[in-house]
């Protein structure tokens, strides 16, 4: 258990993604105290990625756990701190700001949220209760689990058909249940899965129900066009349908948010609360790319750190 009232860090960062990493980089490069406090695995969402190809100075391309470690690495050079735990309530004490997680409370200057987003779940009967058990978000994590079973993957963006790909290496079938008669997927990503022999598609089609007894047995499925119905047999199903934002914590606070739960920032990355920023993809915007989620933290930083200025109340000792 942590609280200790008289630490109070110059910038809490609340996710430990590429924004959160790179907010901490230019934090402590300026002198900052910086606490990252991360729920999972450093790097966020990247992490899962086999390989990242657009992000700068990687010709080659470079993985999502590599290019994340390095981030971490580098933070901790500049001084940052990472500690683990999930944000429990979240209170803005004027020019104080107190995150509570778990039995732990941390108090800061300035917040910077990067708590990304999480995979919608679908919405049928049969899900929660095979959670775990058949159904999965993360192909990459349970993909050997899988290994020459059959298995769905449902959505139609580049994350669903990029997950099958990977699933097809473990997997004797992948199915892919998509709502609408055409893929969303970038055109190379179409076509990395529409060549591999073991992944087949099947448009205009909605999973109705998950069925099993203690593990995912079979599917019920609908032709959203002609009305058909019938069931599948897999022993798995991956719903990879948009994600929604970890502002659950936010929720009773004075930072404003859009209709779909995403924080409402000006430019600067600024939220509706002096102090308070956020950048990632918990952010409300249009182009949710690594590069871009870094440089959002770069410029959360700096806005963080003019604010302390203004506010007279920068002191190190974090």
Not at 128 to 137: E, H, N, Q, V
Not at 262 to 274: L, R
Not at 289 to 294: I, S, T
Request: proline share 3%; with cysteine.
């Amino acid at each position: 258990m942590e609280v200790n009232v008289s630490l109070i860090y110059d910038l809490l960062v609340i996710g430990g993604g590429p924004a959160g990493l790179s907010a901490a980089i230019y934090g402590g490069w300026t002198n900052l105290s910086v606490l990252v406090l991360e729920k999972l695995s450093v790097g966020g969402a990247i992490v899962v990625s086999k390989k990242v190809k657009n992000y700068p100075g990687f010709p080659e391309g470079i993985s999502g756990a590599e290019l994340g470690g390095l981030m971490e690495e580098q933070a901790k050079q500049f001084g940052a701190k990472i500690k683990w735990g999930t944000v429990s309530s979240f209170e803005d004490k004027g020019d104080i700001k107190v995150v509570k997680s778990g039995k732990d409370e941390y108090r800061a200057r300035t917040v910077l949220i990067c708590t990304g987003t999480s995979h919608r779940s679908l919405g049928v009967p049969g899900e929660d209760k095979f959670k775990g058990r058949g159904i999965s978000y993360c192909a990459i994590c349970d993909a050997p689990f899988f290994k020459d079973k059959e298995v769905m993957v449902v959505g139609g963006g580049n994350s669903a058909l990029q997950e099958a790909v990977t699933l097809s290496r473990f997997a004797s079938k992948v199915y892919i249940a998509h709502h609408s008669d055409q893929l969303k997927g970038e055109k190379d990503v179409q076509e990395e899965a529409k060549n591999n022999d073991r992944v087949e598609i099947l448009l205009n089609t909605v999973v109705k129900e998950i069925i099993g007894e203690d593990l995912v047995e079979k599917v019920a499925l609908i032709d959203n066009k002609t009305g058909e119905e019938w069931f599948l047999e897999v022993s798995g199903v991956f719903p990879y349908i948009g994600v929604q934002p970890n502002t659950y914590f936010l929720e009773n606070t004075s930072v404003e948010l859009d209709e779909e739960g995403f924080v409402i920032t000006n430019e600067n990355m600024e939220t509706s609360v002096p102090g308070i920023y956020a950048a990632g993809d918990v952010r409300q915007k249009e182009v949710p790319q690594v590069v871009v989620a870094a440089a959002e933290g770069a410029i959360a930083a700096t806005m963080a750190k003019n604010y302390l200025k203004r506010i007279g109340g920068k002191e190190k000792n974090g």
